[in-house]
């Protein structure tokens, strides 16, 4: 399904919801449209931030998991104190929480930059949640 075909089944949907003709909803949707296309730009800025974000908390972390790694605490016994398990583990999972924060919001930077339109219609159709609604 085209971009131009999805748009059309929106407004058919919007019209159904709120008792009105598709023609006289038309104006109102573009207007809605037009400030969604720039709402994706908005986004893609935020999630840019987001990802700079990230890249330094990782950084951090990283940092961390490698000084503990290459010199852990030791017990009496020669083997990793519980703070030195406890710092690897949480450095882990923080990197994990990291990348994936940062792989959403890369795709959404690459949607919200690359094409804002359609960035702007998958916004409407999820904010007025219109193709599955029963």
């Known amino acids: 399904m085209n971009v131009s075909q999805q748009i059309n089944q929106v ?3 919007i019209s159904e919801k709120v008792g009105v003709a598709t023609d006289q909803l038309i104006p109102y949707f573009e207007k809605i449209y037009s ?3 720039k709402q994706a730009y908005i ?7 987001w990802i700079v974000i990230t890249l330094i908390i990782s950084a951090i972390f990283i940092r961390l998991l490698l000084k503990t790694y290459q010199n ?3 017990d009496k016994d020669n083997k990793w104190t519980d703070e030195s398990i406890t710092k690897v583990l949480l450095s882990i999972l923080i990197l994990i929480i990291c990348f994936i924060m940062f792989l959403t919001n890369l795709s959404n930077t690459f949607n919200a930059f690359g094409n804002p ?3 702007a219609l998958d916004s409407i159709i999820e904010s007025f949640n219109l193709i599955n609604s029963k």
């Open 11 to 13: 407004i058919d949907k």
């Open 35 to 37: 400030l969604y296309v």
């Open 43 to 49: 986004s893609g800025i935020k999630s840019v931030i």
């Open 72 to 74: 852990p605490k030791l």
């Open 117 to 119: 339109e359609k960035w």
